[in-house]
């Protein structure tokens, strides 16, 4: 259970990582068009790998706390 646990934070933390590596290198590309796509697609990833992974986080943490009470 807790391997899930950890694995969700780490992807949390892989998304985070993901997410500021876009928004860095954005500025570097000419087309706003495409700039703001990807702006809002990393953006929408972002907080979808987040809810995931909080979501997950809730279960081992329920787990834990019925297993461990």
Same mark, same amino acid.
């Given at each position: 259970? $807790? @391997? /899930? =646990?950890?694995?969700?934070? $780490?992807? #949390? ?9 876009? +928004? ?5 590309? $000419?087309?706003?068009?495409? &700039? @703001? &796509? #990807? &702006?809002?697609?990393?953006?929408? +990833?972002? &907080?979808?790998? +987040?809810? =995931? /992974?909080? =979501?997950? !986080?809730?279960?081992?943490? !329920? =787990?834990?706390? $019925?297993?461990? !009470?």
């Amino acid at each position: 259970m $807790t @391997d /899930a =646990g950890v694995a969700a934070l $780490t992807a #949390a933390s892989a998304a985070e990582g993901a997410y500021y590596n876009v +928004l860095i290198n954005l500025p570097n590309i $000419t087309d706003a068009s495409f &700039r @703001d &796509r #990807a &702006r809002k697609e990393a953006a929408a +990833l972002r &907080r979808r790998a +987040l809810r =995931g /992974a909080e =979501g997950v !986080k809730k279960i081992v943490e !329920k =787990g834990l706390r $019925t297993k461990y !009470k």
